[in-house]
């Protein structure tokens, strides 16, 4: 502690350098958060999906619609609690740039099925008792300024109609960037080919137990029809989504090693020129008696100082900066973008770690140099 | 008079480390920003290459892709035999396609992706070049057998020669496997055309696609048709078609490209600030002897910058030489227009390298500005007695 003052007049003795060193920790860190906080939205479905909860879709792909008349037949599997059709109607509001999802579900069911979905029992009320009503996602609020009571219309292209619809409540939970309406409605409006369709049933099961035989029963029973299922947990559910992105991942992970590595030779490259120029003096500490440990301490410590403002404007930055501006609102299926905390544990022990490895090397061969040797230093 | 470059490259050689460092990581960020550009011009080339001149593609009015669109036995008897349609052999070069999508699993995966799967029909493969059958043969029409694409039976389980896959209720047998030089039809499996309108109980098609006698007509008739209020189609240039879906499918990667590697490079920069910051000091009576000799000051500034952007440069090339070797790795991702994986290469092509030194100097030349400044402000005797 009673060196706690060199070291920091050794900071700030070239100022500028420190300044410039800092600054490129900080925007390499906030890029690397960036990063991460895309990844954990990739990881999200997977990761926080509801235990109870599974998700039937045509065997063959998503994009296949599956007949109304398997829902009955989905009820009566044990181990099932409640199901519900979710209906994706593709319907864009005003302009193809203004992408969000709308579902057409059995608004009875909605509540028990993503019981996440939070709104007031009025708006509740509101919207099952009407079949125009419409609910729709906090951050579609946001968004579009949609209040409760607005006609709002959206054309979907998969049908080639347009269907209005009146909003009777905001919700928040899930993906708030979603419109959800009643199917009974939507089922009146379509022609006759695309009635009673479902693009998915949820399922939610009585326990956690239940899962792995209700995904087995359901799919047995539709084996050999027409439109055979698939069905599974959510989690696996929505890993299949990420799985569809392909390489997008692993690039992503290279790309964050690629910045660390480019932050350990910016650091690297300035302690050692730091070491560099102060041979001379080290000369002079161990004339006057320090030894070589203490001195080693002294840069490792200079550098983890430096290291840790970085990471702390660098961390506290992108932290504050994307809880004030939600990427969210503007990246389809992305729930949030706030960094978790496991990230920004992460990103200051990288930084921790940055600070060590950069200086180790210059500091242990300037601190063995012997007297004579140091004070020789051209530097 | 200007200084002699030896000079720089001298002083580039003398602090070795420094230099390395500072180059490698303006090659870093250069790096990055070449390989996701390269995914972006992947899948762009793809695009831009996948659709023939003179075909004009039909869907339904409204429909954004071929999965969306649905054509009628009837509407096609009506396009084929329209003015302006190429014929052979007195019958028209016109086809109808029908699209379908398949989930399978990814090599070593329990999970996958959607492939597309195409109906084609007789006129399908005059219409379209490159296709070639490069193991096994064309599947018989009527029969219930498919060819895959090479890069498709490369990432997917299950679609080896020999191999079943299932469609509905009916399986396929994979009889050859393809390449399509390089389009998005290489992301495809291809079966008869009737034998999947059976399969998947569809009186109608996705698509019709019509070769057109000139460069002129495409555009009349893809307006007449467009136009007619009785056909609720749309006709589009098939290479309007595929270039369309660039913007969705590969603009997000080009957005990450920028800024990922802009803050990487205000990194670098930084970084580079301080090497040259450094230099400035550590040669500072150096530069007061130059200044003795008669050089001036423009010299000086110009000096120091020319061996920043040289070190930039050197850095530029280490990046473009670690991104080289992802020239034409294949790879795949979901393109979200047709919901199904589009199979494509990594292309670092040359303009995207130029862009990619251009990049690497600027960098070098920006984040030296001020020291270089700085140093070509030293007063003689100020610089002579440091």
Redesign the interface.
């Known amino acids: 502690m009673k060196f706690a003052k060199l070291v920091l007049k050794n900071i700030l003795r070239n100022k500028?350098?420190t300044l410039?060193?800092i600054?490129?920790?900080v925007?390499?860190l906030?890029?690397i958060i960036t990063?991460a906080t895309i990844l954990t939205e990739f990881e999200r479905g997977s990761t926080e999906s509801s235990p109870l909860r599974l998700i039937s879709r045509h065997?063959?792909?998503?994009?296949?619609p599956m007949p109304m008349a398997h829902l009955q037949r989905i009820k009566t599997v044990p181990g099932v609690k409640e199901a519900m059709p979710f209906n994706w109607f593709?319907g864009i509001y005003k302009d193809e740039k203004n992408f969000f999802a709308n579902f057409a579900v059995d608004a009875t069911k909605l509540r028990d099925v993503l019981p996440e979905l939070k709104m007031s029992d009025a708006e509740w009320q509101a919207f099952t008792s009407d079949r125009q009503g419409a609910i729709v996602g906090q951050k579609l609020v946001k968004l579009y300024g949609f209040t409760p009571g607005q006609r709002i219309t959206l054309k979907s292209?998969?049908y080639?109609q347009e269907v209005e619809f009146i909003i009777r409540g905001v919700c928040t939970g899930g993906d708030e960037k979603t419109l959800f309406f009643h199917q009974d409605y939507l089922n009146e409006l379509l022609p006759e080919w695309a009635k009673d369709r479902a693009s998915t049933f949820s399922i939610r099961a009585n326990t956690a137990d239940d899962v792995p035989r209700i995904s087995q029963a359901v799919d047995s029973i539709f084996a050999?029809?027409?439109a055979?299922t698939?069905t599974e947990s959510e989690s696996?559910f929505a890993?299949?989504f990420?799985?569809?992105?392909?390489?997008?991942k692993q690039?992503l992970y290279?790309?964050m090693a690629?910045?660390t590595?480019?932050?350990l030779?910016?650091m690297?490259?300035?302690m050692?020129?730091t070491v560099r120029?102060r041979t001379k003096e080290v000369g002079t500490l161990k004339a006057i008696g320090f030894q070589r440990g203490t001195i080693t301490a002294l840069f490792l410590a200079e550098s983890l100082i430096v290291a840790c403002i970085g990471a702390a404007i660098g961390i506290g930055g992108a932290a504050l900066i994307f809880r004030s501006i939600d990427l969210s609102l503007y990246i389809p299926n992305f729930i949030s973008f706030i960094p978790t905390t496991q990230t920004l544990v992460a990103a200051f022990v990288l930084s921790i770690a940055v600070g060590l490895i950069s200086v180790i090397y210059s500091a242990f061969r300037v601190s063995s140099l012997t007297i004579a040797e140091a004070l020789r230093s051209t530097? | 008079m200007a200084l002699p470059l030896k000079y720089n490259l001298r002083n580039i050689i003398v602090r070795k480390g420094s230099t390395l460092a500072t180059a490698f990581t303006i090659g870093l960020t250069v790096a990055v920003f070449l390989m996701v550009m390269a995914l972006a011009r992947g899948i762009d080339l793809t695009l831009s290459s996948s659709g023939e001149p003179l075909n004009l593609i039909v869907l339904r009015e409204g429909s954004t892709a071929e999965l969306n669109s649905n054509i009628t036995r009837e509407n096609f008897n009506d396009l084929q035999y329209l003015d302006g349609v190429e014929r052979e052999a007195d019958k028209p070069l016109a086809t109808a396609e029908l699209i379908t999508l398949i989930y399978k699993a990814r090599k070593g995966m329990n999970q996958g992706s959607n492939v597309t799967v195409r109906g084609i029909g007789p006129m399908s493969l005059k219409m379209r070049s490159g296709f070639q059958t490069i193991a096994g043969r064309m599947f018989n029409p009527g029969l219930t057998e498919a060819v895959v694409s090479k890069r498709i039976a490369e990432r997917f389980q299950g679609f080896d020669i020999g191999d079943k896959f299932r469609i509905q209720t009916t399986d396929y047998t994979v009889v050859g496997l393809f390449d399509a030089g390089g389009k998005a039809f290489e992301s495809e499996i291809w079966v008869d055309v009737n034998s999947l309108a059976s399969t998947t109980n569809r009186p109608t098609f996705s698509s019709a696609l019509l070769r057109v006698k000139d460069a002129s007509t495409l555009a009349t008739l893809a307006k007449r048709i467009t136009d007619d209020p009785k056909l609720h189609l749309k006709a589009l240039s098939e290479r309007t078609f595929y270039e369309d879906q660039q913007g969705t499918a590969s603009g997000a990667l080009k957005g990450l490209a920028v800024f990922i590697s802009f803050i990487m490079a205000v990194g670098a920069g930084f970084a580079g600030m301080n090497t040259m910051y450094a230099a400035v000091a550590r040669r500072t009576k150096e530069i007061g002897t130059l200044r003795v000799l008669g050089f001036s000051r423009i010299s000086v500034l110009i000096a120091f910058l020319l061996e920043s952007v040289s070190i930039a440069l050197i850095g530029a090339a280490i990046g473009i030489l670690l991104a080289l070797p992802l020239n034409f790795v294949s790879t795949g991702t979901s393109n979200w227009v047709t919901f199904s994986e589009i199979a494509f290469n990594f292309r670092v092509t040359p303009d995207l390298m130029l862009f990619a030194l251009i990049f690497g100097a600027v960098i070098g030349f920006v984040g030296s500005l001020l020291p270089s400044i700085r140093a070509s402000r030293f007063k003689i005797v100020d610089a002579l007695r440091a």
């Open positions: 500028r350098r410039l060193t600054s490129s920790l925007v390499s906030f890029l990063l065997a063959v792909s998503l994009a296949f593709g292209p998969i080639n050999n029809t027409d055979p698939k696996e890993k299949s990420e799985t569809m992105l392909g390489g997008v690039f290279g790309i690629a910045i590595f480019s932050v030779l910016v690297g490259n300035t050692a020129m120029e530097e």
